[in-house]
């Protein structure tokens, strides 16, 4: 009895190498990344707007600000960071 011959598996994805999968997963959650962050400063400014004069309220508004603006920090450095992977490992 002959065993199956191996034909080879398809390539799932359409990537050549390990930066094209990380370039296509970013590119695709990037988007969602930014509403999400559109979504925490609209919530960090309402926090500080009804505060009504709270400082702890006004506090808690600022440092969702704060954190919204590191959340942008790190999406876009995750974009410029891929895209320079991909141009070096080219």
């Known amino acids: 009895m002959r065993g199956a011959e191996f034909t080879g598996l398809e390539n799932p994805i359409d990537s050549g ?3 094209d999968v990380i370039n296509g ?3 695709f959650l ?6 999400v962050l559109v979504i925490i ?3 960090g400014g309402f926090q500080m707007m009804t505060s009504g004069g709270d400082p702890k309220g006004y506090a808690a508004g600022r440092k969702t600000l704060v954190w ?6 790190v999406l ?3 974009r410029t960071i891929s ?7 080219k």
């Open 25 to 27: 997963v970013i590119g």
């Open 83 to 89: 895209d320079a992977a991909q141009e070096f490992f």
């Open 30 to 35: 990037t988007p969602f990344g930014y509403a």
């Open 41 to 43: 400063i609209l919530w």
């Open 17 to 19: 190498s390990f930066v």
């Open 68 to 73: 919204a603006a590191v959340g942008f920090a």
């Open 76 to 78: 876009f450095l995750a």
